[in-house]
């Protein structure tokens, strides 16, 4: 068994089934993904779109897609035709933007939005208000070719876990309090390599693992 593998089963093993792996693939070779294929994966993160996409193109058709990176309006198009899911969607005009080319492909595009709960400046999200204010917009009521699945959040990245567990914590909390009122909130996508264990206590349902999986970029 290679190294990829174990890493991924090792992982597994600490999942409960209700969570998903993404496996964050981005500057990885195809032959990396391959062998994480093989081991039965079949959600891979990626966060340049011209990347996923050349993957997309020369690995398996049954693999979901996750754009896991800050996404230009402008790029949406070339991937459209094929991507699972968009994790941190932080505008109304990006929304926009991903009904209208999903409609081409007469395709419904799952969506999360992006929650800033990091300390850090340069980190992409909307805050609670910037959130409602788009789950009760016309606009979003009449997109019929995107779904918002949930909440996508980054903690900051600091060795300090009572800060991390707090900002875990924080988006946990919205999405139980929004969960009434938008039903259709059920993936929390938080964790990545140094923090998923903490995130799977505070209700994740999607980590996104890359460097644990493939070894450091
Ligand atoms: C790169 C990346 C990850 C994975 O990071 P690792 O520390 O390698 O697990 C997760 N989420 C996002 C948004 C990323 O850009």
Known sequence: MSTI??????????????????AVSKTKPIADLQEAYDAGQRDFGENKIQEMTE???????????????????NKVKYMAPYVYMIHAVDSLKLLKEINKQA?????????????KIA????????????????????????????????????????????????EFNKIANLMQDLQPKYPFLNELSTGMSGDYQIAITKGSTMVRIGSAIFGER
């Open 55 to 73: 993957k997309s193109e020369q690995l398996p058709k049954d693999i979901r897609w996750h754009m896991i990176g800050h996404v230009q309006t």
């Open 119 to 166: 300390k850090e400046e340069e980190k992409f999200g909307l805050n609670g208000e910037e959130l409602i204010e788009i789950l009760d917009s016309e606009i979003f009521k009449d997109m019929k070719h995107l779904e918002i699945n949930g909440l996508m959040g980054m903690a900051t990245f600091t060795a300090d876990t009572s800060i991390i567990k707090n």
């Open 5 to 22: 593998q174990k890493n991924i089963e090792a992982i597994y093993k600490t999942l409960s089934e209700n969570i998903r792996l993404i």
């Open 103 to 115: 409609s081409k492909y007469n395709r419904t595009i799952k969506c999360l939005l992006q929650l």
